[in-house]
């Protein structure tokens, strides 16, 4: 089995700079590309930015020059600074792992349970 497990978020003022992480765990043969997405009230998940094993990253327009994903091994970290009211989601991590199985190599895309970030003074 593989998780992903996210940390970081909660309330946070505007202009503040939370920093989330997620960590993959479980029987993993290799992690080709992690990222964040996030799901407003009402809206669809969108990709807010992601990484792949080589260390190419994506960003979505609203948060380019703001936020900043980076890895380290099994982990993906999201910095985030000068936070907007707009930001205020679910934050979800994401990433495409395969795993080893009997000799047969198996991929499959993963979720975490999903962290609330509220940006609110």
């Known amino acids: 089995q593989v998780q992903l497990v996210e940390s970081g978020g909660g309330l946070v003022q505007p202009g503040g700079s939370p920093r989330l992480s997620c960590t993959a765990s479980?029987?993993?043969?290799?992690?080709?590309?992690m990222g964040w997405y996030r799901q407003a009230p009402g809206q669809q998940r969108e990709l807010v930015a992601d990484?792949?094993?080589?260390?190419n990253t994506n960003y979505a327009d609203s948060v380019k020059g703001r936020f900043t994903i980076s890895r380290d091994k099994n982990t993906v970290f999201l910095q985030m600074n000068n936070l907007k009211p707009e930001d205020t989601a679910v934050y979800y991590c994401?990433?495409?792992?395969?795993?080893?199985?009997?000799?047969?190599?198996?991929?499959?895309?993963?979720w975490g349970q999903g962290t609330q970030v509220t940006v609110s003074s």
């Open positions: 990484v792949s094993s080589g260390g």
């Open positions: 479980g029987s993993i043969f290799s992690i080709n590309r």
């Open positions: 994401n990433a495409d792992i395969t795993r080893l199985i009997a000799g047969v190599v198996w991929g499959n895309n993963y």
